[in-house]
């Protein structure tokens, strides 16, 4: 059975640098990142409404489950700003799930920009960028989870907290 870790939280919060380089201390260990922007497109969900997100964290949790017993761990990095279905998540892998929220101020995610994500919904060409210009809002859990703020903490040291939070 894996220990599914589900780093969330806005864009260019640093989920994926993180889960990559999480696998890489992991590296005896069978692992399976799964990405959020690269799931999206593979399923084709281009919507960013909130049924769409819904739906695309719950194709993601039904994946998870179908690898649940193949892999050692499964490093989730996507968005996920509502709280249903992180707990949809977290109810489904239960003792096995383990919830880090990664954020930086939104001063840093503007300047690190790693998609180009922020200067085009300042252009307006986007209308929808979560945390930014979204009707949807991130929504904090109100289980036990990790935070990791990536405005202060250096990669290294995102790990080492994961690494700690996990029990590796």
């Known amino acids: 059975m894996a220990k599914v870790i589900w780093f969330t939280g806005l864009s260019g919060a640093g989920k994926t640098t993180i889960s990559r380089k999480t696998k890489e201390y992991l590296n005896n260990k069978k692992c399976l990142i799964v990405d959020g922007d690269k799931f999206r497109k593979k399923s084709k969900q ?3 409404s909130r049924k769409s997100i819904i739906n695309n964290n719950i194709k993601i949790i039904n994946f998870c489950k179908k690898k649940f017993n193949k892999f050692d761990y499964i490093l989730v990095s996507v968005i996920s700003p509502l709280k249903k279905t992180r707990l949809k998540a977290l109810k489904t892998f239960k003792k096995n799930y383990f ?14 920009d790693t998609k180009g994500l922020y200067k085009l919904s300042k252009k307006g060409l986007i209308k929808n960028l979560i945390g930014f210009n979204s009707k949807i809002i991130y929504e904090k859990s109100d289980h036990k989870y990790l935070r990791i703020n990536t405005s202060i903490h250096k990669v290294r040291e995102c790990v080492k907290k994961v690494l700690n939070y996990v029990k590796i």
């Open 46 to 48: 281009f919507s960013f």
């Open 99 to 112: 919830e880090i929220y990664v954020f930086a101020s939104k001063k840093v995610l503007v300047k690190r």
